[in-house]
């Protein structure tokens, strides 16, 4: 049966005595199949010049070269420069970037994974959405075998690797900052209380209140609205009620820069009246009035290694595994919005 | 032959004595059949209870209710507001968003094409990368039937409808701004010499100066580099060599924000004796030292009638034709960096 005609997957298999779908697997080199069985699909395959048919073989096989980005937003130099590490790493490896915006909502978020889950990728990058509360949606795809890491926004729960800042680390040195700078009634402001960035940002907020001999005050600590409009005036109320607040500690960016208008508007001066510190991949940071101390993170690193982990899976055929997660280090940058330079 | 087993669609053109396409295409109320042949093939399906499959017409139709969005950056707020307008039309009527972006990129953008024209989305918005000087890539989707809107850096040699701001109106104003506040020496920051609405930009700038009576300077005309670093060098640069420069016109927010960070390097102060005005969608303009006047595209709006345009030459099954362009209004927001409030 040795022809120079073309001869297809399923001839192939048929020779080997296989199904077509070990045949497929062994030609892709992947792990389910033995390595002696491998080599002898791969030696025959040679011999006969077998040539798959990339069509099908995208549909049989899913391999299409491309790997799906979940985002909450775009609107975010974090993301936008994580978006960046991601997108050099993968074209060095010859594969395409979606980018899939879920606007924070559970219900995007699901609609998305679905849509993903119909063999559009190969694997996915995804930071959480801020409403989502189980990750059921994206273990039903980790399940079928579509390898996943998470980045920045991750929930435990879901069982595979993960890349993510020291977020307890660096919410501790961001309020010891402003305790050493004199504060001692800081507003803590966060996203939400349900990601684990925000549980682990609050409780190194809280860790080095106490460590300073300070006790926690729940009414410090205030949750976003949906619009900038709607966080400037929460904020502004929290420094009406609380008259005391000599510093802010904002957990994102957006929430930093409410905190300056909401400033503004009361008249409160920065620093001198309210000290603010702000997590952010802002490169505005230095140009605003003051400018702003921050706890930066690194964005882009943290796609690169995102991608990295996802991609070694791709091409090695291997699962993603938890043990492969890896936490990197964020800088904090004083400015004059703390009293610094 | 009406049985309650289920038909498929060769069955079905069988008994119309029609070809599976016409079928499909009548199905899909398409306007190349005629309305009496699709009122025909409807009817039957609807007796027959004809239920399409839907993988299969997802192939033989394109029909991925997928949009794809190929931006030059998303680091950048007009990009990520208009992003945010086009999900919203989208997200109404079904459609799912996939961003790909060209890094400015002409090889990187005719990738993206490569890969859109594989059949993986019904239709195409485009803001084309700076880079990019023949549009031949999307032409050839274009002519394959694959609806196409341009949106705010467009090629009229494309052939399609358009959704851009005045560009030519409000670079004028923007010139004529500095011009009324005192200036003489204006320089030009753009992005590139290729892109339309740089060109549009630079001839508006020209009449401001002309009708006040200046001659154009090229040398004052500045085109970007590749990094933020390199920008600021080269603007610091012009500043020394041209120490009458008493206005920058930066044509893109990261223009703007590196004109302050050469005026500060260089000890000049804004707007004492260098005033900028930028086209920006930034959040943080107001809070910069001191606050940026800016151009304020209706990058929203813009995504949202690009959107429309799509959707309708989708859901309608028409093309997408130059007649239907339209052209929105920008706004000048004047603050401290020209000496406004």
Known sequence: MLTSAPINLKQLAGQLGLSSSTVSRALRDSYEISPATRERVQQLARQVNYQPNPIASNLRSHVSKTIGVVLPQVDNHFFASAIDGIEEVAQAHGYHVLIYLTHDQAAQEKTVASFLGQGRVDGILVALASATRS??????LRQRGLPIVQFDRVNRLLDTATVTTDDYGSAYQATEHL???GCR??????LTENLSISRRRLQGYHAALRDYGLTPDP???LSASDTDEANIASIAQLLQQRPDTDGIFATVERLALSSYHACRRLG???PQTVKIIGFSNMEAASLLAPGLTTITQPAYAIGQEAARILLHALT???PVLASQSLELK???VVRGSTGGA
């Open 268 to 270: 409160l001066s920065i």
């Open 185 to 190: 009634t800081i507003a803590h402001l966060r």
């Open 330 to 332: 964020s800088e904090l």
């Open 135 to 140: 990750v059921g949606h994206f273990d039903k």
């Open 179 to 181: 305790l050493r700078a």
């Open 316 to 318: 090695k055929r291997r």
């Open 219 to 221: 009414e410090l600590v």
